[in-house]
């Protein structure tokens, strides 16, 4: 399991979210909503989360992006990918089957 974050959701997250060099944003399920992957769960982050339990995380451009192991099940089979919807101006996820 990876999360893949492009350059541009990297720049929503400074821009929008006032993400920092050296803070960390957790990638979480959450109740309610849809996703591709799981009817009645969407996808949530939490800014500044400490890392514990740490399953996967990637680091782009000063900022810790993760997933703990609380959540693992939501993600188990796909990595993360992380884009931006330019019309919505704002990021988008998706998912990625691992072969």
């Not at 999360?3 to 959701?9: G, T």
């Not at 009817?39 to 993760?66: C, N, Y």
């Not at 939501?74 to 704002?90: H, M």
């Amino acid at each position: 399991m990876e999360i893949k974050i492009s350059d541009q959701a990297l720049q929503w997250f400074k821009d929008e979210v006032e993400v920092n060099d050296g803070e960390t944003v957790k990638f979480q399920a959450k109740y309610g909503g849809s996703s591709p992957i799981h009817d009645g769960f969407s996808l949530a982050f939490a800014l500044h989360e400490p890392l514990k339990d740490t399953v996967t995380s990637t680091e782009k451009g000063g900022i810790t992006f993760f997933i703990d192991a609380s959540d693992e099940w939501f993600f188990k089979g796909y990595n993360l990918i992380v884009g931006y919807d330019e019309k919505l101006e704002e990021v988008a996820y998706d998912y990625e089957k691992i072969q």
